[in-house]
């Protein structure tokens, strides 16, 4: 691989920032909309737009540096508190950062900047800065010296083919020593422009008694003769102008100059050469003087190139390190191999006879432990707070609420509980879809919350927690909750239930995760734009999550997601299905048992169920549901699993054998081919097979519509 | 898939198909290996023989005879896997046996003329002629996407 | 003969670009994160010029121009400021803080260097 261009990577590193940067923009403009409106986090924000613009400019985003720095003049004049915050300020502002977080985006992906938005929000910036746009200056970056006072007034100054000659004198002032200044840098930079003469006038330095050390005596008269522009002899003087006295005067070109001194000043022994500048007269200046003739002397200052600095102390709080993400993916591969190869090894060695108390069986097991911390350790690298997607679901529910009139407030809880980086990016879009439909369904108009007594604001509220080893985020409106009848009839319109279905309140509410309740035409992606909340479940399964509902009437719905830890590993069951080796996640499995004559049941050709302590589970058949074989004779004898569907129902598969239960490490299965049904992932076993990862929810669902069943939440009562 | 337009000249895989030729472009091939059992895929249509362990990766496996809609014959001697990536994804490549590697000249490339091998259209991207020989130069991209209607 | 540098900035972005413009250039730079770090590593180095943002958090550019005036040993030390604005208000600023001088930002490279020399020769 060729060198990367360091711009490039400089780029995509401004670009991580940025992120950074809205986010605390984010923090900033929600502590102030919570009341707090304290300075520092003013400032905040301020910086977080100041160093957008900043590092835009450096990578010449013009669209983005124009709107960040009228941005930033509005936040200028709220930090300097010539402008006083309101509500309708902030709301603007929190629009002023979408929009900034767009063209942040846009930017770094390249793409073409509308204007429309912009320009909006911008007058309305404006109007409250007071600023007419054209009041905004071009941003100066040259070095252009500020006004001096020269008095000097040529034709064409720009001949700069010709070679003129000037007299310079310079005469410091203490002031300019104070700011850092200093006499030799100016005279260096003088005598690079061409050909000098320097002479130093050290007649006003007094005697060593009268000295004050502080004060500078000495004076300089250059003879420079360069073809360089005026205006680059004054840029010389551009940062000491003010805390010196100067003058740059034409002379004549036809005085000829040469290396000798002028006859009426003593000649010193100055040289044009910079390395060779020695000022006598600085020997007679104590202390602070010699300091600021440091630079002068060869002191080779030893560092070499590329020494990074050791930190004597912790920079921040949390110190932090930059990581690939391609080098955590590539650990958390090698992990995954270690554990297939420890099962490999486990497995080999369990044909043996070795004793389990025997040193290498011990070993083993230790073995096994270590791996699985190390699993644990390097699962956590790639969690992050859930904090960035919580502050996208605020945008959302910002835009969802203007869209619909209602005024609606998101709350979250739990912003810093920590979750799988690739869970989090597959999450949100269900979340997404979700907080729109609270917003736009869950939550009642204004009138029709006042009327009920509630307060006219309508509240969402987002949170994630650890809970027994999975995470649980949960969305909870404070809505009118689910109408029920409606949901009912809706089913029954659509022929996903039968008419005269009797359905528990929270049957009801799972038909809401029916595919084809969704009264949009097509279910393609999930941007909220009428689909179904079975498109959501299905994107939550994948995650090897699951999700419920809990509606209370007038008072609001809660969605709770429940999600593992890491997507990388599966405690699963190990079992055979006609002759092929498959694993279904244990935490899906309830019960086994043998099928018997007398708990088998066939209520009609094709569909059996088995009594269950008084209930009646339907049967699926493994291997003709995948296809592996045609329907069984009889099913007598065989071994059953029951498993928990989404639902809350109980499913019963039957299959061939049961080996065993183990962690499985998960390798997921490629989107760009076929996707299998009922097919989760699969998952590499000790001897180097394949084995399949089930997902049985998806299997029964899948099943229950092939037959022709529609799918009646199954719970009958014998 | 590469496909040059500044490079004169192209190096291609050619590997033997129910008795004909048929070729790739080698900047696509990741390696080459024998057959070992698929775990089948479920509902899969039936050209997918499932997944291989590839070293720690889940490769799927297509026998290209069948997908390219030759006759199946009984017998299959189908033995060589060709594993191809196309566009970050891999998938392996069932066939009879690999020839050979070749460099044509990009200007030696013809189009294939609307041909339908069985439900194959667009499958084949190119021909070429070589020692009298035709070979037929396969589109990866239209190979390897495996559209709804695919399905069984 | 190769010049130490102090780079102060909150922007990792601007660090990187100083870093970047300067490292080829023969300079050895240091960077640290805002004015309160700015002052930690100072007493580790001993830079020949330090360049530092005036926006930062916990102690900001002036602050740290001020303290880097306060010791001694860096009284005459030149300090250069960045600024995003070429505003007269804000360099009489910065120089009555005790800035030698100033960059304006976005920095050409070659400017910057050829003000490093400037105020260091």
Partial sequence: ?718 | MSDSDTSTSVELLTFKLGGQEYSLDIMCVIEIRGWTRATPLPHAPSFMKGVINLRGTVLPVMDLAERLGLPVTKHTNRNVIIVVKHENSMTGLLVDAVSDIITIAQDDLQPSPDVTSGSGQGFIKSLTLRDDQMIRILDLAHVVKILESDAA | MSLEILAVDDSRTMRDMIRLALEPEGFTVHTADDGVHGTEVLSSINPDVIITDINMPRMDGFGFIDAVRDQNHHRATPILVLTTEAAPELKMRARKAGASGWIVKPFDPVKLVKALHMVSG
């Fill in chain 1, 1 to 718: 691989m060729t060198n990367p261009d360091p711009m490039a990577e400089i780029r995509a590193s401004f670009f991580i920032e940025c992120e950074e940067l809205l986010e605390a923009m984010q923090d900033g403009l929600q502590t102030m909309d919570d009341g707090q409106q304290d300075s520092e986090t003013i400032n905040v924000v301020f910086r977080a737009v100041h160093s957008i613009k900043g590092g835009a400019g450096a990578f010449g985003l013009e669209p983005l540096v124009r709107f960040a720095h009228r941005y930033e003049t509005v936040m200028d004049q709220v930090r300097s508190e010539t402008l006083a915050i309101t509500s309708d300020l902030l709301k603007l502002f929190f629009r002023a950062a979408d929009h900034l977080s767009d063209l942040v985006r846009l930017c770094r992906d390249d793409m073409d900047i509308p204007q429309a938005e912009g320009d909006a929000i911008l007058a309305e910036l404006d109007l409250h800065a007071g600023a007419t746009p054209a009041e905004e200056e071009d941003e100066d970056i040259d070095f252009q010296p500020l006004g001096l006072s020269l008095d000097l007034d040529f034709g064409d100054d720009d001949d700069t083919t010709g070679t003129s000659s000037y007299r310079i004198t310079f005469a410091p002032a203490t002031e300019m020593f104070e700011t850092g200044n200093d006499a030799v840098p100016i005279l260096r930079a003088l005598a690079d422009l061409g050909d000098c003469t320097t002479t130093c006038d050290a007649e006003r330095v007094p005697a060593l008694a009268s000295l004050a050390p502080e004060t500078p005596y000495l004076s300089w008269t250059v003879m420079l003769s360069t073809t360089a522009a005026i205006d680059e002899i004054t840029s010389v003087f551009e940062f000491v102008d003010g805390l010196c006295t100067f003058a740059i005067e034409p002379v004549d070109n036809e005085v000829g100059f040469s290396d000798e001194a002028f006859p009426d000043l003593p000649p010193l022994d100055l040289l044009p050469e910079p390395e060779e500048v020695e000022l006598p007269p600085l020997d007679m200046l104590p202390e602070p003087a010699e300091q600021i003739s440091a630079p002068v002397e060869d002191t080779p200052v030893v560092a070499p190139k590329n020494e990074k600095p050791a930190r004597t102390a912790p920079a921040s709080p949390n110190a932090v390190v930059r990581v690939d993400l391609d080098r955590i993916e590539r650990l958390v591969n090698l992990v995954g191999e270690l554990v297939i190869n420890q099962a490999m090894l486990a497995q080999s060695l369990e044909s043996t006879t070795l004793s389990p108390h025997s040193d290498a069986m011990r070993g083993l097991g230790e073995f096994q432990r270590l791996t699985r911390d190390i699993q644990d350790s390097v699962m956590m690298i790639r969690a992050q707070p859930v904090k960035s997607m919580f502050q996208r679901m605020s945008r959302i529910v910002r835009e969802a609420s203007a869209a619909v009139g209602k005024d609606v407030r998101l709350v979250t809880d739990g912003e810093n509980t920590e979750v799988d980086k690739t869970v989090i990016e597959r999450l949100a879009d269900p979340l997404t879809h979700m907080i729109r439909n609270a917003v736009d369904h869950g939550l009642e108009d204004t009138d029709a919350r006042i009327a009920a007594g509630k307060p006219s604001q309508g509240q969402v509220r987002l949170s994630a927690a650890h809970r027994s080893g999975r995470v649980v985020i949960e969305i909870k409106d404070d809505g009118g909750g689910i109408n029920r009848p409606r949901v009912k009839q809706i089913a029954i319109d659509k022929g996903l239930i039968p008419a005269d279905s009797t359905l528990s309140d929270s049957e009801i509410d799972n038909l809401l995760f029916l595919p084809g309740f969704s009264t949009a035409a097509t279910v393609s992606d999930l941007s909220g734009r009428g689909v179904g909340m079975d498109v959501v479940r299905t994107a939550i399964q994948a995650l090897s999550g699951r999700i419920s509902i809990s509606s209370t009437k007038g008072e609001g719905t809660t969605f709770s997601i429940s999600l593992p830890l890491t997507l990388a590993v599966l405690d699963g069951m190990v079992i055979k299905v006609a002759d092929e080796t498959l694993v279904i996640p244990l935490n899906v499995v309830t019960e086994t048992l043998t099928l018997r004559a007398d708990n088998l049941d066939e209520i009609q050709p094709g569909l059996a169920v088995v009594r269950v302590r008084g209930s009646m589970v339907p049967l699926f058949d493994l291997g003709r549901h995948l296809g592996y074989r045609k329907q069984k004779e009889t099913y007598v004898d065989d071994i059953v699993l029951l498993i928990s569907k989404e639902d809350g129902n109980q499913a019963a598969l039957i299959v061939d054998e049961i080996q065993d239960q183990r962690q499985v490490v998960i390798k997921g299965l490629d989107d760009n081919f076929y996707r299998a049904p009922g097919i989760a992932a699969a998952t590499i076993l000790g001897d180097g097979q394949i084995a399949l990862i089930l997902d049985p929810s998806d299997i029964v669902t899948q099943a229950a519509q092939d037959a022709g069943h529609p799918n009646v939440p199954q719970k009958l009562e014998a």
